[in-house]
């Protein structure tokens, strides 16, 4: 069993940075490939970026790529999000999770976090 928390989410202005972490508990976290999702309001939950076991494997959707960048500390039981050049059409919850897959389909996600609010103003 794996257990998510998220930070580092808040209000921030278009075109600047935040970094989310997601800390997971358990010994098995480095078999686990690690996920970002995010839900807008009335919208569906997306697919932000993913990381697989291996730090170097990593996956992003076309809305963040060269703005976000996903990585791991497996020694620190640790997966990060850094958002650059934020715009306000990235304000959403984001949320960490955890899959046996490197996957992009929320379905393929065995655990989650409770999420965090990041609000980008124009």
């Known amino acids: 069993q794996v257990q998510l928390v998220e930070s580092g989410g808040g209000l921030v202005q278009a075109g600047g940075s935040l970094r989310l972490s997601c800390a997971a508990s358990?010994?098995?976290?480095?078999?686990?490939?690690m996920g970002w999702f995010r839900q807008a309001p009335g919208k569906e939950r997306e697919f932000v970026a993913v990381?697989?076991?291996?730090?170097?494997?990593?996956y992003y959707a076309d809305s963040v790529k060269g703005r976000f960048t996903v990585s791991r500390d497996n020694a620190r039981n640790t997966v990060y999000l850094q958002m650059n050049s934020l715009k306000p059409e990235d304000t959403a919850v984001y949320y960490c999770?955890?899959?046996?897959?490197?996957?992009?389909?929320?379905?393929?996600?065995?655990?989650w976090g409770q999420g965090t609010q990041v609000t980008v103003s124009s």
């Open positions: 990381v697989g076991w291996s730090p170097g494997r990593t």
């Open positions: 999770a955890a899959s046996l897959v490197v996957g992009v389909l929320d379905a393929e996600y065995d655990h």
């Open positions: 358990g010994r098995t976290f480095s078999t686990y490939a």
